[in-house]
């Protein structure tokens, strides 16, 4: 009766998200800030403390005057779009099957097996495209027997894929398959079992669209784009944890401030860190994290789907559902 | 006569819009502030002002040196674009109704009976969608026995969505109904009640959208980017209680002002939660917030239409409407 | 022979359109600028003057210090973006009436008044659904019975729309009118007048895509934004009246300049209320403003354009228009 | 054999283009700059200097201080996104032409004369367009007789356009020759010259998209925003001219370099007059600058092929083309 | 069984790209940067160094408070958001040829060299196209012969192609195998080879939309907006390497990290050129940087997949792939 999550376990959730994608880099950011800190106060003599502050206070001169935001704002900004455009085109399964069964004949006594042929290459097809961008899914199936034993492939088709002596097998296995529904459709029509022959073209532009919509998920923004950013927001939160500006306070009480509670650079700190986090989900959406697609749910979906179908074409409303209709 | 408001009134209506949105964090916010003012002038000694004075004056280079404005507005602005496609592809049940409707012969029998089932069913899984992400529907709506009482849901289809023992009921309740639908349109083929055999196709491909529509309204901006936002804006806003730039300004009545009429931190207090407030509403514009779309409104909107169908059906126009027609 | 304006026209219009959008925000921040610079220089004691000169560089610093601009910039440019969508998604009613036309069988008795009617209906739509949101149509058609005189509505239409025992009523009129053209299809397939039956889906079609974009045209940013924005603004620039940092500069020359030639302040306080003026203009795209969407051109151009179509229903290329024909 | 300009010469071409864009204004700039600096060290006496310095200084501060290129850059990204999106969906002749004349039963009599008007009608509906907005383009065709001498339009088509009497005129010319195109395509159903019934629908249906094409090409960003960006970039120019902030610098070396070889406010200046023309160019994208689109040789590629289009009418592959076909 | 690369590879990978981007920037950089330094300690008298200390603060200054980042960033963005559609939009041959062989009666006997004629002319047109933009493409055929030597072209057409006294050749060459392609529609409707006949406008229409998409890909960002952009970044970064504030360190220390150890200068330079080189990568997507779209091994995958289309249509799923179907 819940479908949804109450909101305040969703707050405490996403701070979980929050705190799992930062505890690492803050630790490291606390620990080298305090041994500064340390290393200033106990470790130096007066020479190396004048140094020490004349250099802390060029660095901090840096953080403040260069727009590294700015930088920052702009990738997390066009890796975000990028990521709800993916979400939005990310190709689904759904829509094929649910066609092509309704384009067939209803009592075709062949009909129940191709209907389930068609949904399981689909499916196939979708899993052989993810997992080439997918960590977890690679997971799940490292290899076609893996994909065999989720029922997903039959012995037969593993044997045609692996093939190696066969031409087919130079092609992407995306492709075989795909090639495989469409000789599919081709067959459907010579043997006459679309309820209408215009039926047979909206079949092979919907698998031709399915097709085109699985290429696209694997374009992505270039990976050096993203390593050049990380590059130099590390080397930002590295001159952070030396950035103090010791020299311009001679109140003691705030360089104390300065010195043992940061908290005015760790939240700095904190934004780019975060920032750069959900910029590199978005480049990335198929990952691990929390906050990125689930495709192992999306996958599960699409084979809890095909396995639906066949009641599709075969269940009648007025007898297998409702008793009550017209 | 008058189905819009007078621009004074909506003048009016969306100040206390902006009002109910930020007049607690302004109370907290001007309590705070002033506390502090109280500390300073009546509850210190002379090293704690001076430690006062030069504590808020580090905090004041923080709110002026780094560019807290460019992440937020980054995101508002990304947040904003997301509300506008949201708006534009949030599902409607009226075409997918109406063009069912518009297919099935005239003079039917059953074909009342039909299209009111058919519209009823696309406003269930309409319904059942929206429970999902729009907190005000589902206190509308907290179980299935509800929608039964407003009509919607037949006794005999609740059981259904609700048997624990089918096999159905594992698949999400949207889809069950989706089904329904997609049955009842190759019913509707065997029985020969489209004008055209094409239709079915036309029908089918439309409720596949109306599907894909409704998934993608689910699927939002991850809510751990805003959780971060939130944090920081929130951290910058109690920075701002605190600083006040006391030492740079000998002059007495400044300090009096910067004191007492905290008007200028007041206004980047104000732009920093209005814009944050924006960008959360229009990162969860399903919510109970007044610049929200109204799902409630929509929802009774597409209950009405599919009342309406079923004279659309019925009618018609040189008897039924108008007496003057060629 | 000169449909388009000479550069030289075009460019002294566009000033035109800065000088009223900025003349009476000018006046008033010239007025209060120069009255701050009397009172200084012939209102005060020499305290008052001390105080007047702290104050006005405390505030002076805000002006500065704060990024005012990147709020306003991103304001403007999701505006402006939106304007462009809606430009471009707004409804017509060429599309519609023309293909309904163009399906129609020739020859048919009736033909020329189910277009006529047709034709009227779809404009009547159109004005219902810009009613709501435009002014100046709003103006022009204050009511029904303003609409009846311009001969878009029928006596007996009109009292359908006003009847307020009638059920149908409790609808928006502008779906009200929808329905009719529906039924009008649904007629026109009933009494076989398309040329091929395939025509009336296209119909049914080519109407919903229609309803659905009058109900996007009604969507719009929300207004409390535009709210906040504005105050900020007006406080930005009252704060640009008072600011003026009269104690960096010693020198009397500039001082005078300060005191008497605003053009610096005056030139900020520009950009603020122009950029402000066109991110508003384009959150509301159908209002007075000379760089609106001029509605009520549209609207005219409708008008034509329906009855122009009863020319495209009868006429014959070879004998109505040309005679060269092959 | 070489349809691609070398990459050295596109390197120069486009530092052309650049020069050309820009080297009046540099002029005036660097006269306005070098003559005040002969008025600085030669002209004034001691206290003219001393203001001077104090006026420079003070405009310094605020070309230092305000966003001005926040404001550019967003003008410039606005611009430069909404002339992408014109490029994609400029209105092209080829596809409506190619679709009717494939469309047409082959071995018609009348056919290709039939192709050939549609053909120039389209191209005709095309110019008529394109001379509201586009400079060159109504230089090549200043009137109607233009238009016919160059072949494209007849002495009675123009008659028609240029009857006053005849009330169709009062509508744009470019609608009055879709109609025309419509009442072909009515006539062609009539006559039963297409292949297949439906096709006639698809054809309105491109004629309308056309023409809904050719209506967005008009549409454009408010003139009156460009007009204000650069009535600020101009001002900010004229200020760089003025600032030099002399009294900061001691060294008689830098404030030779500063007196005489300004390449810092010139590089400055520099950005400000090239962003602002590439905003410029991209709002109005169909002028006389190299940047812009170039619709001179779109218009020839049009003509030339509505002219090939005969001959995709008449010709078999292979009879006229090939002789080793199957 | 491993399409996917390990991500530590890469990672590294991603590093070796970056490293190529900007060694040998970063070698003149550091080269300058140090004669620089060398020259000021060893090369000058007291009075050189006062005024390279002046000069050099100076610059200082520009880097500083110009906001050089943002134009940058917004150039950047609006290059990486233009890629995106490019990918997404970047024609591909599978659709028309698949769609092609799909819409053809089966078992004709002409059947598999009409296939095969016409994929082979949808790869050649593409080929032809991708030429104009793309240099490594253009260096794999740097003439017709190189493609006939591919097996792509046959004799005859490039006879065809290049017969100067031809009228056709005037036209582009991609538009004249285009023309092939409609002409070899026209050919299949005529000899009745189509499935159905409705077939035939959906082949035109795909051909269409390839030939649009054709065009699209070679429009592009102004070339001399990027002309623009890299002055300006080439200039900041010739001050980069002269700008340092020796003046305001008296410390003998942070002089020598300045002098010797220029990090901070570095980093500013490494991320204007990494993030230019992205901007002009993507502006310029079908060049030869490892972060480009790779046309070549597109082009290979258009050509293998026509040469299996062949297949596509002779193959039968039950007698050629499969022996297990229903």
Same mark, same amino acid.
């Given at each position: 009766?819940?479908?949804?999550?109450?909101?305040?376990?969703?707050?405490?959730?996403?701070?979980?998200?929050?705190?799992?994608?930062?505890?690492?880099?803050?630790?490291?950011?606390?620990?080298?800030?305090?041994?500064?800190?340390?290393?200033?106060?106990?470790?130096?003599?007066?020479?190396?403390?004048?140094?020490?502050?004349?250099?802390?206070?060029?660095?901090?001169?840096?953080?403040?005057?260069?727009?590294?935001?700015?930088?920052?704002?702009?990738?997390?900004?066009?890796?975000?779009?990028?990521?709800?455009?993916?979400?939005?085109?990310?190709?689904?399964?759904?829509?094929?099957?649910?066609? =092509?069964?309704?384009?067939?004949?209803?009592?075709?006594?062949?009909?129940?097996?191709?209907?389930?042929?068609?949904?399981?290459?689909?499916?196939?097809?979708?899993?052989?495209?993810?997992?080439?961008?997918?960590?977890?899914?690679?997971?799940?199936?490292?290899?076609?027997?893996?994909?065999?034993?989720?029922?997903?492939?039959?012995?037969?088709?593993?044997?045609?894929?692996?093939?190696?002596?066969?031409?087919?097998?130079?092609?992407?296995?995306?492709?075989?398959?795909?090639?495989?529904?469409?000789?599919?459709?081709?067959?459907?029509?010579?043997?006459?079992?679309?309820?209408?022959?215009?039926?047979?073209?909206?079949?092979?532009?919907?698998?031709?669209?399915?097709?085109?919509?699985?290429?696209?998920?694997?374009?992505?923004?270039?990976?050096?784009?993203?390593?050049?950013?990380?590059?130099?927001?590390?080397?930002?939160?590295?001159?952070?944890?030396?950035?103090?500006?010791?020299?311009? =306070?001679?109140?003691?009480?705030?360089?104390?401030?300065?010195?043992?509670?940061?908290?005015?650079?760790?939240?700095?700190? =904190?934004?780019?860190?975060?920032?750069?986090?959900?910029?590199?989900?978005?480049?990335?959406?198929?990952?691990?994290?929390?906050?990125?697609?689930?495709?192992?749910?999306?996958?599960?979906?699409?084979?809890?789907?095909?396995?639906?179908?066949?009641?599709?074409?075969?269940?009648?409303?007025?007898?297998?559902?409702?008793? =009550?209709?017209?």
């Amino acid at each position: 009766e819940a479908p949804t999550v109450p909101d305040a376990q969703r707050f405490g959730h996403s701070f979980k998200i929050i705190f799992k994608m930062i505890w690492k880099h803050s630790l490291v950011f606390l620990i080298c800030y305090f041994s500064l800190t340390v290393l200033y106060n106990f470790g130096l003599d007066e020479e190396q403390v004048r140094n020490f502050e004349a250099l802390t206070s060029y660095l901090a001169r840096y953080t403040r005057t260069f727009n590294w935001m700015i930088m920052l704002g702009f990738f997390t900004n066009t890796a975000l779009q990028r990521l709800f455009t993916t979400q939005m085109t990310i190709p689904g399964t759904d829509r094929i099957t649910t066609l =092509f069964t309704m384009s067939l004949k209803p009592n075709l006594p062949e009909g129940p097996a191709i209907v389930d042929l068609y949904a399981r290459w689909t499916v196939l097809a979708w899993i052989l495209t993810f997992r080439i961008i997918c960590h977890p899914l690679r997971r799940e199936f490292p290899n076609l027997q893996a994909i065999q034993d989720s029922g997903i492939l039959l012995e037969e088709e593993k044997r045609i894929l692996l093939d190696e002596d066969n031409p087919v097998t130079v092609t992407p296995r995306p492709l075989v398959v795909i090639e495989w529904m469409l000789l599919l459709l081709k067959e459907s029509m010579k043997e006459d079992r679309y309820i209408k022959e215009s039926s047979h073209i909206k079949n092979v532009e919907a698998v031709m669209a399915f097709k085109k919509s699985c290429g696209n998920t694997i374009k992505n923004i270039p990976y050096a784009v993203i390593q050049a950013v990380v590059l130099v927001v590390y080397w930002f939160c590295t001159v952070l944890t030396m950035a103090r500006n010791l020299r311009a =306070f001679k109140n003691e009480f705030v360089r104390n401030i300065i010195s043992y509670f940061p908290v005015m650079p760790y939240i700095q700190f =904190f934004v780019f860190i975060a920032w750069l986090s959900f910029g590199r989900a978005a480049v990335n959406p198929f990952g691990n994290d929390e906050s990125d697609i689930n495709v192992m749910q999306l996958c599960e979906a699409h084979i809890k789907h095909s396995f639906r179908l066949k009641n599709l074409y075969t269940n009648n409303l007025d007898e297998d559902v409702f008793r =009550f209709l017209p």
